[in-house]
Nanobody
Framework: VHLAASGGGSVQSGGSLRLSCAVS????????MGWFRQAPGKEREGVATIDSDGTTTYGLPVKGRFTISQDNAKNTLYLQMNSLKPEDTATYYC???????????????????WGQGTQVTVSS
């Protein structure tokens, strides 16, 4: 599975960005996809996940502000980020796995394929 993330950038606090992740190389029916982020000096954090049934999970810091979605026709995963805060500054990674053992923001270790990351910087 190959993942290619894009859409990062620099915005002011309160602004919005939409991240995209093009997915290729997987055709199974069961899967989990998600967004994770890592800021300098901090551990990786789960942002949002979505599975093949459309079930979503969100990390508490982003709940109500971020929305994960997928376009199966385009094989693309999205993360709409609204009301951005300086603490959202991080490198964002998309990840995926077929038939994962779990699919939630705490289950990054269960996802076997990772994209290259895209930088999001939010200034105050």
């Amino acid at each position: 599975v190959h993942l290619a993330a894009s859409g990062g950038g620099s915005v002011q606090s309160g602004g919005s960005l939409r991240l995209s992740c093009a997915v290729s190389g997987y055709s199974g029916r069961r899967y989990c996809m998600g967004w994770f982020r890592q800021a300098p000096g901090k551990e990786r954090e789960g942002v949002a996940t979505i599975d093949s049934d459309g079930t979503t999970t969100y990390g508490l810091p982003v709940k109500g502000r971020f929305t994960i979605s997928q376009d199966n026709a385009k094989n693309t995963l999205y993360l709409q980020m609204n009301s951005l805060k300086p603490e959202d500054t991080a490198t964002y990674y998309c990840a995926a796995a077929g038939r994962p053992s779990r699919c939630d923001v705490g289950g990054g270790h269960a996802l076997t394929s990772w994209g290259q990351g895209t930088q999001v910087t939010v200034s105050s």
